[in-house]
Nanobody, 125 residues
């Protein structure tokens, strides 16, 4: 069973940046794709970004393309989400998740069975 712990959230002004981290325990991290999702109050959890097991293939939601970057360091069992030019609509609880497989061809919530506890990101002036 993989355990995930996110950190790096906080309050930031519009146009600012934050970098989220997610540390995973368990020996399967380096062979699995990873994803970031978010959930705003009153809304469903939505996909943000995903990265394959080697870190050489990524996918993003249209709403964050060009502003967010997902990356990973398998030696540290860590996946990151660099968020730039943040907007108020980015306000949400951000969750990292580990996939059942190594690739990111199919991005569905049920492809990611293990989740962290989430970290709050608030973008406000």
């Amino acid at each position: 069973q993989v355990q995930l712990v996110e950190s790096g959230g906080g309050l930031v002004q519009p146009g600012g940046s934050l970098k989220l981290s997610c540390v995973a325990s368990g020996h399967t991290f380096s062979t699995r794709a990873m994803g970031w999702f978010r959930q705003a109050p009153g809304k469903e959890r939505e996909f943000v970004a995903a990265i394959n097991w080697r870190g050489d293939n990524t996918r993003y939601a249209d709403s964050v393309k060009g502003r967010f970057t997902i990356s990973r360091r398998n030696a540290k069992n860590t996946v990151y989400l660099q968020m730039n030019n943040l907007k108020p609509e980015d306000t949400a609880v951000y969750y990292c998740a580990v996939a059942t497989g190594s690739g990111i061809t199919y991005i569905r919530i049920d492809y990611f069975p293990s989740w962290g506890q989430g970290t709050q990101v608030t973008v406000s002036s």
